[in-house]
Nanobody
């Protein structure tokens, strides 16, 4: 079965940076569109970013555009999210996911999910 494992979360001050990674098992990683989502307790999981299977297509939520950069290294089966100029409202559990079909910003469009990594931004 497919497995996604996020890493790189932690605590930073507002204005700081973090780099998240998502390691994927198997040799089919390069065929998947991959997305990042985030969630706080008792809130709906929200879209952050998505990247095409070859890395040439990227989209971002308005709330992170200009501050976050999504990338991937298919040779390493790894997805990345570089987060700069972090704000307290960026706090949450960040998940990576593999796309199946549907709107790219909807959780229901993704079939495989990691267990998440915590990001905390203090003011």
């Amino acid at each position: 079965q497919a497995q996604l494992v996020e890493s790189g979360g932690g605590s930073v001050q507002a204005g700081g940076s973090l780099s998240l990674s998502c390691a994927a098992s198997g040799r089919t990683f390069s065929s998947f569109i991959m997305g990042w989502f985030r969630q706080m307790p008792e809130t709906e999981r929200e879209f952050v970013s998505v990247i095409g299977s070859s890395g040439g297509y990227t989209r971002y939520a308005d709330s992170v555009k200009g501050r976050f950069t999504v990338s991937r290294d298919n040779a390493k089966n790894t997805l990345y999210l570089q987060m700069n100029s972090l704000k307290p409202e960026d706090t949450g559990v960040y998940y990576c996911a593999a796309y199946r079909s549907g709107s790219y910003d909807s959780t229901t469009s993704y079939v495989y999910w990691g267990r998440g990594t915590q990001v905390t931004v203090s003011s």
